[in-house]
């Protein structure tokens, strides 16, 4: 089905809206010097319900809607592990590490390897995640968005890819680079009311097109009695296989999901990643940054049913009357040049397939509200660090404040021009959901280990850090060598067993912290590092608000596990 020009009158209308928003919330009182504050942490003024709206519009993406829809297509029910575990990893960040980042007065997460290990040990992992923002978050968003518009807008060819690219990267620098993150986060409140109204219209349709009367329970019931194996929370090893033959037990294998390495990239990217940590920081006081952490367990609950689903339906849409899917049965937009089903289609596919005139523009504007709200985060943070972590200490001590937002505004624009150039050199990826999960988990582990011990054991010191973090790429490496056959044929191949990707994350983080332990009681003879951090049950201590919160989103999630084990 065609875009009509009602649909592009919408996306237009959404576009002219979101850049007037960002714009209006940049503006500087008259005679008002914008500070470093007011840029990259909104003058510390954001409300709750804006920071809960924030943190979500952050974290969803095209790597969601198009990279999760696409492992939904290929898995099941059991990838919304990732959201429905990431409800109860915000509660552990708002109660336990929000509380030291605010009292400690954190523009940046590097900031706190500076106060709590060294300025070396900082700048370090100030460059890392620099490059991991540049060259992995902005690339994959570009080229997951820009892959979905050539769905739902060209011929699925690859003919606007590049056009795509360059529309959503102009787009989200239109209001970021000059407002910061005041305009990001009040443009996000906009952007995640968008995503999700046009996620569950797209979800809506796309059951109702299961049941014979259009109704959407009767077509859930319908998709359900279709694939109840892919209904499973808890994958056994061939249990579930892919499109393309894969085992999907080794990239969600079994009880790690709960208790294992699903741990390290949750408390990770919720903890420690600067571009979800930032709005937080941002927080009117502690109080308000944990309701507004609240907020978004309450909604990241609701998530699977926006991109998750609608991957479901796609699959049982394109399989025979026998259930099964194949290349013989799926739409041929589903087949890469080499004849391979590409899960990521599912997405677009339902889009382009089975949304009608008008609700198409407000879908392709939800689409894109996911993707620019992340890219604007993205462009914010890294700015944020290299201004804050790199050029203010080292480059410009003595930086003025025009001076300060002037840097981070060339630091935005020189890291999209960049990831501009990358993205189309990306490729196709399977899923590209998982194959990020699978790579940022190489380096993760270490540096949650750096963290965790940092904020809670105060005998971790500074070299300790350093060596933690040198040793964690080759210890996940290590892990690695089995599962990518690399020994394979050869003497040691005995030595490496082969281990869900999962796993080895979560075998890094032991190994890592256990190094930093021994070295730093070792080094520190058993005493307490100087710059360990004192705590106190004070310190830890949540509202009411807070308390029922939690304990109502723990319920639920007992209760999901439950019904879909």
Same mark, same amino acid.
Do not use: C
């Given at each position: 089905m065609e875009f009509a020009i009602l649909d592009y009158v919408i996306f237009i209308a959404y576009g002219i809206v979101i850049v007037s928003i960002g =714009? %209006?919330?940049?503006?500087?009182?008259?005679?008002?010097?914008?500070?470093?504050?007011?840029?990259?942490?909104?003058?510390?003024?954001?409300?709750?319900?804006?920071? $809960?709206?924030?943190?979500?519009?952050?974290?969803?993406?095209?790597?969601?809607?198009?990279?999760?829809?696409?492992?939904?297509?290929?898995? $099941?029910?059991?990838?919304?592990?990732?959201?429905?575990?990431?409800?109860?990893?915000?509660?552990?960040?708002?109660?336990?590490?929000?509380?030291?980042?605010?009292?400690?007065?954190?523009?940046?997460? @590097?900031?706190?390897?500076?106060?709590?290990?060294?300025? *070396?040990?900082?700048?370090? =992992?100030?460059?890392?995640?620099?490059?991991?923002?540049?060259?992995?978050?902005?690339?994959?968003?570009?080229? =997951?968005?820009?892959?979905?518009?050539?769905?739902?807008?060209?011929?699925?060819?690859?003919?606007?890819?590049?056009?795509?690219?360059?529309?959503?990267?102009?787009?989200?620098?239109?209001?970021?680079? %000059?407002?910061?993150?005041?305009?990001?986060?009040?443009?996000?409140?906009?952007?995640?009311?968008?995503?999700?109204?046009?996620?569950?219209?797209?979800?809506?349709?796309?059951?109702?097109?299961?049941? @014979?009367?259009?109704?959407?329970?009767? #077509?859930?019931?319908?998709?359900?009695?279709?694939? @109840?194996?892919?209904?499973?929370?808890?994958?056994?090893? #061939?249990?579930?296989?892919?499109?393309?033959?894969?085992?999907?037990? %080794?990239?969600?294998?079994?009880?790690?999901?709960?208790?294992? $390495?699903?741990?390290?990239?949750?408390?990770?990217? %919720? #903890?420690? *990643?600067?571009?979800?940590?930032q709005r937080t920081l941002a927080a009117k006081s502690l109080k308000e940054s944990q309701k507004g952490i609240a907020f978004a367990a309450f909604l990241k609950l609701l998530i699977p049913l926006i991109v998750v689903i609608p991957g479901l339906v796609a699959y049982v849409l394109n399989s025979g009357p026998d259930g099964i899917l194949s290349s013989s049965t799926v739409d041929p937009t589903f087949l890469t040049h080499s004849g391979a089903i590409d899960n990521d289609r599912a997405y677009p596919w339902l889009i382009s397939t089975f949304i009608p005139v008008g609700l198409k523009g407000l879908v392709l504007a939800a689409l894109a509200a996911a993707i620019v709200s992340s890219l604007a985060s993205m462009l914010n943070s890294t700015a944020t660090i290299f201004t804050m972590d790199l050029y203010k200490p080292f480059i410009n001590p003595n930086a003025t404040n025009r001076q300060t937002v002037k840097v981070g505004r060339i630091t935005a624009a020189t890291a999209l021009v960049i990831a501009v150039m990358i993205a189309p050199l990306l490729g196709s990826l399977p899923q590209a959901f998982q194959f990020i999960q699978e790579y940022t988990g190489i380096v993760s582990p270490g540096i949650l280990a750096i963290f965790i011990l940092g904020l809670f054991w105060k005998k971790t010191t500074n070299n300790a850090a350093i060596w933690g973090a040198v040793l964690s790429i080759p210890i996940a490496m290590i892990f690695k060598v089995g599962s990518k056959g690399w020994a394979e044929g050869t003497a040691l191949e005995s030595f490496f067993p082969n281990l869900a990707w999962m796993n080895q994350m979560g075998l890094t983080f032991i190994v890592v912290a256990l190094i930093i332990m021994v070295i730093s009681y070792i080094e520190g003879k058993g005493q307490n590092d100087e710059k360990g951090i004192p705590l106190s049950k004070s310190l830890f201590a949540t509202s009411p608000s807070f308390n029922i919160s939690a304990f109502v989103i723990m319920i639920i999630l007992v209760v999901l596990y439950s019904v879909f084990w």
């Open positions: =714009l %209006w919330f940049s503006r500087t009182k008259k005679g008002h010097e914008r500070s470093a504050e007011d840029y990259f942490l909104a003058g510390k003024s954001l409300p709750w319900w804006t920071i $809960g709206a924030s943190l979500i519009a952050a974290n969803i993406s095209a790597e969601q809607f198009i990279g999760m829809s696409g492992s939904g297509f290929a898995i $099941g029910l059991a990838i919304a592990t990732y959201e429905w575990m990431a409800a109860a990893t915000l509660i552990i960040v708002g109660k336990y590490f929000l509380p030291i980042f605010i009292e400690k007065k954190l523009f940046t997460i @590097p900031e706190f390897l500076e106060k709590r290990y060294s300025t *070396n040990l900082k700048s370090i =992992l100030a460059i890392f995640w620099i490059a991991l923002f540049v060259f992995v978050n902005l690339t994959s968003v570009l080229y =997951l968005g820009a892959k979905a518009m050539d769905t739902i807008l060209g011929k699925a060819d690859g003919s606007m890819l590049v056009y795509s690219i360059i529309g959503l990267a102009m787009f989200a620098a239109a209001y970021s680079l %000059w407002g910061g993150l005041s305009a990001v986060a009040w443009t996000d409140l906009v952007q995640v009311a968008l995503l999700i109204i046009g996620g569950l219209v797209t979800t809506f349709i796309a059951l109702g097109h299961l049941s @014979p009367d259009g109704n959407v329970i009767d #077509g859930f019931l319908v998709l359900y009695d279709s694939v @109840p194996e892919k209904f499973s929370m808890i994958l056994s090893k #061939g249990e579930i296989i892919t499109p393309n033959g894969k085992d999907a037990y %080794w990239d969600l294998p079994s009880l790690s999901v709960l208790v294992g $390495g699903m741990w390290v990239a949750n408390i990770y990217y %919720w #903890g420690f *990643n600067q571009y979800i940590i």
